[in-house]
């Protein structure tokens, strides 16, 4: 069974810091990996979709990167504001492709 | 468009009693699945459905019971509800099983 780890759990940092969360998998046969924003109490909200045969993929001032081979992906956040303040999670995609699993996310605090 | 919308958005129950939580998409999509967040454990796939008439079981199924029979409506039935059903459930779809996944707002219950 895939298992999929995020560290660190919680991060906190000044606002205009880069930052790098990290998401690593067991199974590397993997389709696609995506990141995802969690606002508290709210649904999840999609930032970026790499496919296994991807390495990386740009939104604005978000880079994820993916090594299936080491089961590693990283998700890049620069000149980092307030706004980003939330919970960020990692889902890979199975050896089929039909279910996904999650990381239990970072809880990223950006301090003003 | 309205996405994925879930109702209701709170829900008490007591143990044993049944209960239905709705999910519809308006963006035609084919795959559509349900999940439980729980505290310290990540998102976890309960079933799945690649398409009208199809449904299968992901990773924690036991307890609950899915039917597809259209495009828009996925809806999650809890046949009696356990304390251990207690938990945060959010609805998502897909164009495909490998596509950006589109999350609903979530429901969340608790059972006594």
């Known amino acids: 069974k895939q298992e999929v780890t995020q560290i660190p759990a919680a991060l906190s940092v000044p606002e205009g810091e880069n930052l790098v969360l990290n998401c690593s998998f067991t199974?590397?046969?993997?389709?696609?990996l995506q990141w995802f924003r969690q606002d508290p109490g709210k649904g999840l909200t999609s930032l970026l979709l790499i496919q296994s045969s991807q390495r990386e993929q740009t939104s604005g001032r978000l880079n994820a990167s993916l090594d299936k081979s080491s089961g590693r992906s990283t998700l890049y956040i620069a000149a980092s504001q307030p706004g980003d303040s939330a919970t960020y999670l990692c889902?890979?995609?199975?050896?089929?492709?039909?279910?996904?699993?999650f990381g239990t996310g970072t809880s990223l605090t950006v301090i003003p | 468009n309205a996405g994925v919308t879930q109702t209701p958005k709170f829900q008490v129950l007591k143990t044993g009693q049944s209960m239905t939580l709705q999910c519809a998409q308006d963006?035609?999509?084919?795959?559509m699945s349900w999940y439980r967040q729980d505290p310290g454990m990540g998102l976890r796939l309960i079933h799945y459905?690649?398409?009208?008439?199809?449904?299968d079981q992901g990773e924690v199924p036991n307890g609950y019971n899915v039917s597809r029979s259209t495009t828009e409506d996925f809806p999650l039935r809890l046949l009696s509800a356990a304390p251990s059903q207690t938990s945060v459930y959010f609805c998502a779809s897909s164009e495909g099983e490998l596509n950006t996944q589109y999350f609903g707002p979530g429901t969340r219950l608790t059972v006594l």
């Open positions: 199974d590397s046969a993997i389709y696609n």
């Open positions: 459905s690649v398409g009208a008439g199809i449904t």
């Open positions: 889902a890979v995609s199975s050896r089929t492709g039909n279910q996904f699993y």
């Open positions: 963006m035609n999509h084919e795959y």
